[in-house]
């Protein structure tokens, strides 16, 4: 059980954290265009070519879809390619998506989260070019650069070019996190870089080939429309969710060190109206904050510990403050948590290593280590990956 001080501890750190990294959603969001709103740039060179699309709910310039734009425009989309969540961003995490029709358009939709992940060459044989469109949120875990991957890998193999419409990356203002170790590969996971790596999609599949992550010396033809008025210290608003559980800048914010919490015991908030802004857990019996997760269709049908209170730290009541962003993940939450749950042996579960992208995580936090020795342990890994970084930056670190 946390007791009550241990607790102060919670809304102390909670405090300090959400005043440093979260400008707690600001009013001074900076006014940024899109790769995608930059039509001038990308749609003469589409004339008379049959396009497909990777796209979701993200994909939009303004309020109309960028499917429904670029055919407006006269270009031929063949094919509409999704990632996890699907087409609308309604399928909640793991959630496995079929084959479907575009019901507005009429164009196939072929699923990249169900029973494959990667398109085949049937998938491709018709296409001249693959346009990538995907809001990302620029942490290692969240699946759309896995995606981005398997497109660029099924595109080099069948002789295919890609264009990534780039958009922000909300955290890619800093760094931060082990580097992925090469056996938790995994879906969640697919490269040696930290959990926070401060890149846009363009610059990211820009890393991939560089670095001959494709492998079997794949490279993909790649090319890319930047966006205009951004940088990496920008502050960028998300226009639309960009998944069912991320639904405020907040959650946005905190979700590179929430969602440790889904390799716990401890439940983040799925089930209720604040998901990736809480976290608790039935037998925190001392915490002062309590929820109860309940099913919610599309969102969390089953969440964890459905219909049972969970006690445990609110992450929100900072939202409205300013302040400078700090430059790093929180990892304290997750070292309170451990330390006051009451069945340690029962606190990780098997997740946690595809999410942390190593062992010594779990074993440093089990094993009494500091927040700064762990830390430190980190700290080589970041530097190698800036040194990696830096060769593929298409915006300015400011």
């Not at 501890?9 to 930059?38: H, N, S």
């Not at 699309?53 to 989309?77: A, E, F, K, P, W």
């Not at 830390?375 to 970084?389: L, N």
Request: aromatic share 12%.
């Amino acid at each position: 059980m946390i007791h009550p001080l241990k607790m102060q501890r919670f809304i102390l750190t909670t405090g300090i954290f959400l005043a440093a990294v979260l400008m707690a959603c600001p009013q001074d969001y900076d006014k940024i265009i899109t790769g995608a709103e930059r039509t001038e740039s990308y749609v003469p060179g589409l004339k008379d070519l049959n396009v497909a699309l990777v796209i979701n709910q993200t994909s939009v310039i303004g309020d109309t879809r960028l499917v429904d734009s670029l055919l407006n425009l006269g270009i031929n989309i063949v094919t509409i390619f999704t990632p996890e969540h699907g087409l609308q961003g309604a399928a909640e995490a793991g959630e496995k998506i079929d084959n479907r029709t575009d019901p507005q358009t009429g164009i196939k939709v072929v699923s990249l989260y169900g029973d494959k992940r990667k398109p085949d060459p049937a998938d491709l044989s018709d296409i001249d070019l693959v346009i990538f469109d995907i809001q990302d949120v620029g942490t290692r875990f969240y699946t759309y650069i896995s995606t981005l991957h398997y497109i660029m890998q099924a595109c080099a193999e069948n002789g295919v070019g890609l264009l990534v419409l780039d958009r922000p990356n909300p955290n890619s203002f800093y760094v931060d996190g082990p580097v992925l170790e090469p056996e938790y590969r995994s879906f969640a996971g697919m490269h040696p870089v930290p959990v926070v790596y401060g890149m846009t999609m363009a610059e990211y599949a820009r890393m991939i080939n560089g670095e001959g992550w494709l492998g079997d010396n794949l490279t993909c033809c790649l090319s890319w429309v930047t966006c205009q008025g951004y940088d990496h210290s920008k502050k960028y608003r998300l226009p639309v969710n960009p998944s069912p559980n991320l639904r405020t800048m907040n959650a946005i914010y905190l979700y590179p060190s929430l969602c440790f919490f889904e390799g716990t015991a401890l439940s983040v908030g799925r089930g209720t109206d604040f998901p990736f802004e809480v976290f608790g857990h039935p037998d925190l019996q001392n915490a002062y904050f309590t929820f109860t997760p309940e099913s919610n269709p599309g969102t969390a049908a089953d969440p964890l510990f459905k219909g049972r209170e969970c006690r445990g730290a609110d992450l929100r009541f900072l939202r409205n403050q300013e302040s400078d962003r700090e430059k790093r993940i929180n990892i304290e939450w997750l070292m309170l948590a451990y330390e006051d749950f009451p069945d340690k042996e029962h606190f990780f579960n098997d997740y946690f290593e595809n999410l942390a992208g190593t062992r010594s995580l779990r074993e440093q936090i089990s094993n009494g280590w500091t927040e700064e020795k762990i830390r430190e342990s980190w700290r080589k890994g970041i530097q190698g990956f800036r040194t990696i970084r830096q060769k593929y930056l298409l915006y300015p670190d400011k």
